[in-house]
């Protein structure tokens, strides 16, 4: 087979594939490209606002973020003698300003500037009218990160071990403590069973990556409080008795 | 070409319309379907009109340098037809067309092909463009082109020879 042979039927091949092109065609681009911008510069102009808009945005939502609600920091009372079957450790008094309680769990609040991590150095548990009380100290700052879950039941898995365990009790709270440590302040017991009629067992579930678990196993509907003293600082559970 | 690349849009609609229609022919055989083939030239026209500056003024290189936006253009449409459904070109009946006719078989074979080795084949047969505007167009060097249009060739018809190609 010639050259011009084998060119002349790829060509037939090529043109019954491709017939030929509709005659709108050439209108159709010369129509496209006079309503077309020349350049892409509106593309840029869209581009900046949208910039501008996501920099308002995020603006917006760190000055009012919905999810940092934390609780009021008050001011240090002196040690409440009471009985604490953990560490002794300082205790809050109960001030008349203290947040309402809830039922529900609470959502983490944002980060702020705490220390990466922040060693628990303390669980101080005591009993007063109304609620029981639990205060976890931290050695080096104040937690930035609180979350607390209402469950029913008080079984807990364990973190990493996968096992659960059941605390005392007829409900649970579960405080989750992002960018802390257990381990290398805290000496005292890692299971407290404080013999109060809401406040009933507190044990340690997950003290690994830097997370800190405490279940609660309480008496009662599972209503608390939490907030946060500060000097020393002071991580404060109230849980509602009556 | 002055005009066109200060801004006016009916220069530069004048500067391809004779592109046109051998660009029309390069889509329609890469996507295997007039209606986005003609899709992927009126794209493929705005986006030259926005790159034009790219060009700077080399009236010589127009040819090579749209033939290959058109190629990148059917590129993109495969790509975003993600479910794989080609349709097949809607071939006019022709008594050299007929089951058994060589121009018949050479089309079959030739849609068996990649676009992409039916890219060279368009430029270098039906286009009849030398060997160094092929390879400007695929962005390869001038014996990678032929090397390409040879291998091409011998996938739709394996006794060819080199001879019988160029």
Known sequence: MSNENFRRQVNDAIDQISGSPSPALRDRVRSSLTS?????????????AAVVIAVLLVGVLVVANPLNRRSPVGTVAGPTPTPTPSTPGPSPTPSPSLPAMVCASTQPGAPSSAPPVLFIDSLTTGTHTGYDRLTIGFKNGSPSSVEVQVQSGTTFMQSPSGQTVTLQGTNGLLVTIRGADLHTDYTGSLDIKTGYSGLVEIRRVQDFEGVVQLGLGISGPGCYRWFLLANPDRLVIDVQTS | MLSAAAGDANSFASLIDPLLDPAYRLAAVMLADRGAAEDAVQEASIKAWRKLRQLRGEVGSLRAWF???VA???RMTRRQRWWGVLKMAEIETNP????????YDLRQAMLKLTPDERLPLVLHFYLDLPLEEVARILHVSPSAAKSRIYRAARRMRSDLTQEEVF
């Open chain 2, 67 to 69: 033939l290959s936006i």
């Open chain 1, 36 to 48: 077309a911008p020349a350049t892409s510069g509106s593309y840029w102009i869209a581009a900046v």
């Open chain 2, 72 to 74: 990148n253009e059917c």
């Open chain 2, 96 to 103: 050299d067309a007929e089951p058994g006719g060589a121009s």
